[in-house]
Nanobody
Framework: QVTLLERGGGLVQDGDSLRLSCEASGPTSVTYTLAWFRQAPGKERTFVASIGRSGGTFDYEDTLKDRFIISRGRDSAKNTIYLQMNNLRPEDTAVYYC??????????????WGQGTQVTVSP
């Protein structure tokens, strides 16, 4: 069993930046492939970005890769990931979820989900 805890959501203005974090807790010997998804009001949950176990491989939703950056911690923080979101727009308003993926580039392979953190971007 893996527990995921997202932090960092909030209310920001158009053009602002925000950094989310997600800590995955499980067996300490395991390094997880982790990802961010988001769900806007009235819409389905969609993929944002994922990062491999080493932190050196990535997958991004094409429309977001110029503004969003995924990264992960090292050593004792190896199962903490971050999402730096720049130049936020009202259409980025959503609940942002962290997930454990079975495979880096398989966006449908989520095994565990966090509870989500709300990001609201005002015009």
């Amino acid at each position: 069993q893996v527990t995921l805890l997202e932090r960092g959501g909030g209310l920001v203005q158009d053009g602002d930046s925000l950094r989310l974090s997600c800590e995955a807790s499980g067996p300490t010997s395991v390094t997880y492939t982790l990802a961010w998804f988001r769900q806007a009001p009235g819409k389905e949950r969609t993929f944002v970005a994922s990062i491999g176990r080493s932190g050196g491989t990535f997958d991004y939703e094409d429309t977001l890769k110029d503004r969003f950056i995924i990264s992960r911690g090292r050593d004792s923080a190896k199962n903490t990931i971050y999402l730096q979101m720049n130049n936020l727009r009202p259409e980025d308003t959503a609940v942002y979820y962290c997930a454990v993926l079975n495979f880096l580039r398989d966006r449908t392979s989520a095994l565990y989900w966090g509870q989500g953190t709300q990001v609201t971007v005002s015009p």
